[in-house]
């Protein structure tokens, strides 16, 4: 069973090991440098208790922004394709294995959510503007709450699809374009 939200693990790592590491910041490739506290995690970690979907930080080295996920078997990175710090690898679904803003509290505050429409049973409504943008809203029942999901693209069937733009209808009960003045704002404000 998959918690309501992520926990974060504070991973503790050899002193003499992030010593190296905040010597070669300023010389090295970021890359190469994640690789290597990655590396070292996942060769010090028993990963007992840890859940697929668990964030993963070293202490020493956490206000240099070294985040991880747990994938169920060891830590790896997260996938930084629409986002220079980083977010959620689209391997962890919504709605087929992690609620929504699942990771929202977390240091990677994920709000990028990704969802095979081919395996939800999703309504269409109508097409409306947002802010002049075509948006298309789909309607989906989830562990017995009724969500609403905002696309610019239509959701298609067996596509892997990155949405920011996913909520709760009872905390938004309006279609975010048809008011656009007051419960927009306040969904801009929520991502």
């Known amino acids: 069973m998959v918690r309501s939200k ?3 693990w504070n991973v503790g790592l050899p002193e003499k090991f992030v010593s190296k590491i905040k010597a070669s910041m300023d010389k090295s490739d970021w890359s190469n440098l994640e690789d290597s506290v990655l590396r070292c995690i996942n060769n010090i970690t028993d990963f007992k208790g840890y859940r697929k979907g668990d964030i993963i930080e070293p202490v020493q080295l956490s ?4 985040v991880f996920i ?3 078997k060891k830590a790896r990175k997260l996938w930084y394709v629409y986002n220079e710090n980083g977010h959620v690898p689209p391997e962890f679904l919504t ?3 992690f609620p929504p803003y699942y990771w929202v509290e977390t240091s990677i505050r994920n709000e990028l959510h990704f969802i095979n429409p081919s395996l939800l ?3 269409k409504e109508e097409m409306g503007l947002f802010e002049g943008i075509p948006i298309h809203s789909y309607t989906l029942t989830w562990r017995n709450k009724k969500y609403k999901i905002a696309s610019d693209k239509p959701l298609k069937n067996k596509t892997l ?3 920011d733009t996913v909520y709760d209808v009872k905390e938004f009960p309006y279609d975010f ?3 656009k003045n007051t419960l927009g704002k306040k969904l801009l404000n929520y991502r």
């Open 6 to 8: 992520a926990k974060t």
């Open 121 to 123: 049973n999703l309504k």
């Open 95 to 97: 709605f087929t294995e």
């Open 177 to 179: 374009y048809t008011n």
């Open 70 to 72: 747990f994938d169920g």
């Open 161 to 163: 699809v990155a949405l």
């Open 63 to 66: 206000k240099y922004d070294f």
